[in-house]
Structure formats: C-alpha cells, structure tokens
C-alpha cells in the first residue's frame, strides 16, 4: 500500500498552502499528519483525519474523502516551513508518505 | 507529559546486529492504552515504520523487514529494537514513539546509527 505525497509544495506567507496525501480508497482508513523540521522528531499535527493534538494551531486543518487527505495550512507562516508526511494503516503496518517539503517563499 | 529517549551505539558494523534501547519517562510499557513504535529515516529521506508492540508483548512488523527485527519490552520504562544483519541501507536516525489508537503522538529525538565497518 502507498501513499502518494508531492515532493514540495510552495506558499506565500498568509496564503493557504494544501498538500495532499493519495492512496487507495484512503477515506476509509483514519490518516494522521506530521511536521518536520531539519534536525528534530516528526511532530503530530492531524490525527484522526481533522482531529488536531493540543497546542497545534487552529490554522492547520484536515480532510479525508475518497482516495485522498488533504492537509490545508490557512495563514501560512515562515516557521510553517518544513517536511511534512501523512500516514495511515495498511491493517497492521503503519505506512508513511513520502514526505512534502512546504517552502514559504 | 511522557518523554521518549533511544540509546544504543551509533556504529555498527555489516552483518552485526543493531540495537536499541527506548527509554519511556514513565512506567507506562503497561498501559493498554498505548502501543510503542519504532520508525526510522536515512539521511535526506523519508520515515520508515519498522513495527511496534504492545503492553501484552504482541507485535506488528513492517512486512520488508520482518524476517530481521524483533521488538521486545524489556522493563517497565524501556522497549528495545533489534535488527539483524544490517548493511549500510539501514543506516539512519531511529526513532522510538508512542501510538494510541491510529495515531502516533510522542516522539523520542531520534539516534543516529551508521552500518559501516
């Protein structure tokens, strides 16, 4: 099973920036998304599709349907800009994105 | 709020076994609530689940790499990786993290392991 991430994404600061994750009828499985940046731990942002962990910020947002999630950042800001990876589960393997790189140029 | 840490050498040499140690900074390994992962990333490259394990001891491998890796709890605060018969491809920063539900929400701030002789 893979999911199908674009390798960079680029986004003027307060604009919206959205990366998408494909994978076979992926709306049926819950996807969880992380943040990277050089040198530390992912860090999670969305899980359970839109659900985000406490002190995430309101601008990061989530969606599921069909064969594709959707990560949308709304307001970007400069120190939105990282790696990021969506993830789901294949029954009992967890699998990862390949990863986007958001630029906020 | 829980804290993770990997240990373990930073160098091992082809054909050896790699293994790591996860620190949980709470007695929490037997707690049903959560499963405890390990995920790796080469250099400039994208995350790689390796498997994870549950409080009872049951475990879930990544199907590439079953055949080498056994994960297993070994005290109330620490889980372990081993990985057999390493090459240079499985150099890369380790990382061991906490799961509930579908989610993976506390990450340890990763090892760097390098194969090499």
């Known amino acids: 099973y893979d999911l199908i991430q674009p390798p960079s994404v680029s986004v003027s600061p307060g604009q919206t920036a959205s990366i998408t994750c494909s994978g076979d009828?992926?709306?049926?499985?819950?996807v969880s998304w992380f943040q990277q940046k050089p040198g530390q731990p992912p860090v999670l942002i969305i899980y359970?599709?839109?659900k985000r962990p406490s002190g995430i910020p309101e601008r990061f947002s989530g969606s599921n349907s069909g064969s594709a999630a959707t990560l949308t950042i709304s307001g970007t800001q400069a120190m939105d800009e990282g790696d990021y990876y969506c993830?789901?589960?294949?029954?009992?393997?967890?699998?990862f994105g390949g990863g986007t790189r958001l630029s906020v140029l | 709020q829980v804290q993770l840490q990997e240990s373990g050498p930073g160098l091992v040499k082809p054909s050896q076994t790699l293994s790591l140690t996860c620190t949980v900074s709470?007695?929490?390994?037997?707690?049903?609530?959560?499963?405890w992962n390990w995920i790796r990333q080469p250099a400039g490259k994208g995350l790689e689940w390796i498997g994870r394990?549950?409080?009872?001891?049951?475990t879930n491998y990544n199907p590439s790499l079953k055949s080498r890796v056994t994960i297993s709890i070994d005290a109330s605060d620490q889980f372990s990786l081993n990985l057999r018969s390493v090459t240079a491809a499985d150099t890369a920063v380790y990382y061991c993290?906490?799961?509930?539900?579908?989610?993976?929400?506390?990450w340890g701030p990763g090892t760097a392991v390098t194969v090499a002789s």
């Open positions: 993290a906490r799961g509930q539900v579908s989610w993976m929400n506390v």
């Open positions: 709470t007695d929490s390994l037997s707690s049903g609530l959560y499963f």
């Open positions: 394990i549950y409080s009872t001891g049951s």
């Open positions: 009828e992926l709306g049926e499985k819950y």
């Open positions: 359970q599709d839109r």
């Open positions: 993830q789901a589960w294949d029954a009992t393997t967890a699998i």
